[in-house]
């Protein structure tokens, strides 16, 4: 009896399964002939291409922590490595974006 139901249910799957892929062919067989595929946008060219610009900063250096940690916890971790070391003076360099409330993995320092 555990049997029959079992292999019932397992049926009853591979139905679902099978009717799932005839759709996906019927649909695309009925919209291979349309110019944009059920709305989407089509690149034409298949080429993207990145305008940018980047330099180096003086006396700005970032850095990395071995986890995501919020920035008070990471101006603490900036401030305890650097409590002894010989630099006369530093900074952590505010960030000034929305990602600024997330946790990060690095600090920036000036």
């Known amino acids: 009896m ?43 060219t298949g080429e993207v291409r990145y305008d940018y610009k980047s330099s180096v900063v003086a006396n700005e250096y970032i850095v990395l922590f071995e986890g995501y940690y919020p920035e008070p916890k990471r101006d603490v971790f900036v401030s305890e490595a650097l409590s002894g070391s010989h630099v006369p003076s530093w900074e952590v360099i505010p960030r000034n974006n929305p990602a600024r409330q997330f946790p990060s993995d690095f600090s920036l320092i000036r």
């Open 2 to 44: 555990v049997f029959r139901v079992e292999f019932a249910k397992s049926w009853r799957r591979k139905k679902g399964c099978l009717r799932f892929l005839v759709w996906v062919i019927l649909i695309s067989v009925v919209t291979k002939g349309t110019r944009v595929p059920l709305g989407c946008v089509v690149n034409q």
